[in-house]
């Protein structure tokens, strides 16, 4: 394992790996896992072969113990696809979308439990507690399933009934909450502290980032070791964003790339919190600011794309840095646009997203048309999670089907 210690993303203050906490004593920011990249070049360099299968062939750059045992379940490898006709709708022509509905509990959130998990398990945990908007949860409860660790999920009471029939089903104890995420988040929190859970919570615990980076390791083989010019990634608590944006930063240093692309944040106008934050910092000036004085902007959060509606995001300094350094746009939608996206990508691609992960496709559309994008630009969608997450928000921009009774004659009038 090449993981050194852990650095504070705000005043940058190192601790060693033996540290237990997962908040920066000095200062209460997010921490952030660092590598011995020069121990790794060999590995990394050899095409991360040697790991195992899923994420787990990159197991030279995960902060997990190698103990030749196998991931119960596949875990990434999900594809990247070309996406000719729907970027042909809005003239561009390199977008391609990566379809992480593909993975064992339908959202990109396995990555990160994955290596929650595995990390619950080297340091001797066998309860884990997740505060979630709903896919967070239900990853955890499927994946403690298949390595038969005990689940804990915390949701808000208005979570989608898929997600809370996934956990449930998994066989998780799921507590909703009467209140919203961040009501859900806080009591997880005060709970895993009290009964001594492994919390797997995202942001809070940087071992979820280093699951979500390896969604660019993957983006960066499939395209052959080109590097796209935009990663356009759904925005809630900002661990995705900045996941990915970790994940481009070790293929820096690690000398696979020189180039890293531009990271795009995409959030609703209900739930902007990161997006405006990075509005402020460049309004005030262009260069680094002193991130130890930033204070995240809030929100009363409401959009109906309910995996990204958050007040307080968790890892949302370490977002703004991604997009800030990145050179990425931060782009807010209104819900109806990203709600119109899903029956988009779905008849155009062929792929069902719920909304936030259709939520990408509808910032690019929006890029293309004002002329951000420009036509040759090279374009990764990150789709996130399925539509069969959220029915009822499908069924709103759907539509709904013809009812006709059994002949052929009612068939021929509904159809006119
Ligand atoms: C499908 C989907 N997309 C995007 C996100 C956003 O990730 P983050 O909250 O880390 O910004 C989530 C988070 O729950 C999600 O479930
Ligand atoms: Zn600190």
Redesign the pocket.
Known sequence: MAMNGYRCIACAEAQASEFSGFLCPSCGNNLEITYDYASVATDVAAGFEAGGEGIFRYAAMLPIKNDGSRFPLRIGATPLYVAHRLGDSVRLRNVFLKDDTQNPSA???DRATAVALRRAIDIGADIVSVA?????GSSTACLAAALGLQAIVFVPESAPAAKLAQSLSYGAKVIAVRGNYDDAFDLCLAASDEFGWFNRS??YNPFTREG?KTCAYEIWESLGGRVPDRVV?????????S?IWKGWRDLRATGLTSRVPKIDCVQSEASAAICDTVRRIREGATAEPDWSSIRMDQVTATTVAD??S?DR?R?GLA?VQGVFQSGGEAITLPDDEILAAVPELARTTGIFA?P??AAPWAAVRRLARDGTINADELIVC?V??SGL?DIASAQASAGEPLLVDASIDALKRALQ
């Open positions: 959202s990109i959130k979630s908007t709903g896919n967070a995202t942001g979500k990634v759904p925005t809630g608590d900002g661990n995705l964003l996941g995996s990204i958050v995001p890892d977002a719920e936030a992960a990150i996130s999670g997450k």
